[in-house]
């Protein structure tokens, strides 16, 4: 991607140096998430183009230097099906890091596909290699969990373990997701194994609802042909009148975060996690939305080694009830990732995956 809003290009890059404790993966999979969307249309600050995007990736070990060990303590060898952290060179010795501890924060932190340039090297999974500098936290994918089951979950599920911490869900709780793209289809799915007694949606098109249905929404609700009041009312008919114990804003759009104060119920709880890039402001009634409601609003930002290895669990174990697989659409080739971008930026398909390899 050399640019935004220029299109994407194939380039030749010389094979890396290894590092003592890098390897090379020859990309398998990777994928066209929402983040490259707002990249390719230069929505994101800071950015240092040209980049090789595709944050989250998984391939097999072409070569490794030394001894590199995966998050489980055990060696990495060439041949293995790896996954790897996207986030790196979060430092460990910030205030953000230790005092906070809210590493996601810390202004060290590096992410494949996003933040690393491409005058550096394959930092980015769009490529048919990609290399892993030492520190990368790295793990051998599960045998039931195929290339296509993880990218298909992809960093929405990933994004979605975070949120569901924030979230702080209880059983019992009912949720409401507002945006069915890749996070909030995978938020759906966790909510339904966390425990929720209900699972309400907002989105669109048809076909992403019905996916929602599939992820475990009991109740999914039409964005472009019902109005505001008609999700109020049903979502009211559904909880006693109150609203729902939970809002998860994964929409990134200052509507929907206007909407979910009303949807959520008195004392209840509101993780915004859509908001990846500035999407303007929202207008709120301070004293009746938040200080007389009793109102737990809360910021989710990026995720953290842990939500990668939890995302990878739960791959494991419900790989055969969720179809994360699904999320996936279609798979293109280095050539076809303009068409790739504009199907994803129009809402054509809900995720693009990548084989460099086509
Ligand atoms: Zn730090
Ligand atoms: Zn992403």
Not at 30 to 42: A, K, M, N
Not at 69 to 96: E, L, M
Not at 102 to 123: H, K, N, Q
Not at 233 to 249: C, F, M, N, P, Q
């Amino acid at each position: 991607m050399p640019a935004p809003l220029q299109p994407i290009e194939v380039r030749e890059f010389t094979r890396p140096e290894l590092a003592p404790g890098s390897m090379l993966l020859r990309t398998v999979r990777s994928e066209v998430c929402g983040t490259d969307v707002h990249l390719w249309h230069g929505r994101l600050a800071g950015v240092p183009y040209p980049i090789i995007p595709g944050h989250v990736s998984a391939g097999t070990v072409m070569e490794l230097r030394g001894r590199v060990s995966s998050i489980d303590g055990n060696p990495v060898r060439a041949g293995d099906r790896v996954a790897f952290f996207d986030v790196h060179r979060t430092c460990g010795r910030c205030r953000a890091c230790i005092v906070h501890r809210t590493p996601t924060r810390c202004p060290s932190r590096r992410v494949y596909g996003i933040t690393d340039s491409a005058g550096e090297g394959l930092f980015g999974g769009w490529s048919q290699a990609i290399y892993l500098e030492p520190g990368v936290v790295t793990a051998v994918l599960p045998d039931a969990v195929s290339f296509d089951d993880y990218i298909g979950g992809g960093c929405g599920l990933i994004t979605a373990v975070h949120i569901l911490e924030r979230a702080a869900l209880r059983p019992g709780d009912s949720v409401l997701v507002q945006g069915i793209g890749a996070v909030g289809l995978s938020v759906i799915a966790l909510a339904r194994l966390g425990g929720a007694a209900a699972v309400l949606a907002i989105g669109a098109p048809d076909q992403r609802l019905a996916l929602a249905r599939g992820m475990g929404a009991d109740h999914v609700y039409d964005l472009p042909n019902t109005t505001a009041r008609d999700r109020l009312d049903a979502v009211r008919s559904l909880t006693h009148g109150e609203g729902v114990d939970v809002v998860i804003e994964a929409a990134g759009s200052s509507r929907a975060f206007e909407e979910g104060l009303m949807l959520v119920r008195d004392g209840g709880r509101y993780v915004v996690a859509g908001h990846y890039t500035d999407a303007g402001p929202a207008t709120i009634n301070v004293h009746e939305q938040i200080n007389r409601k009793h109102l737990e609003i809360r910021g989710c930002w990026g995720s953290e080694p842990g939500h990668f290895v939890q995302a990878l669990s739960l791959l494991n174990r419900h790989v055969v009830d969720v179809p994360w697989k699904q999320i996936g659409q279609r798979t293109y080739p280095l050539d076809g990732l303009n068409e790739a971008l504009d199907a994803a930026a129009t809402m054509r398909i809900t995720k693009a995956l990548v084989d460099p390899w086509m």
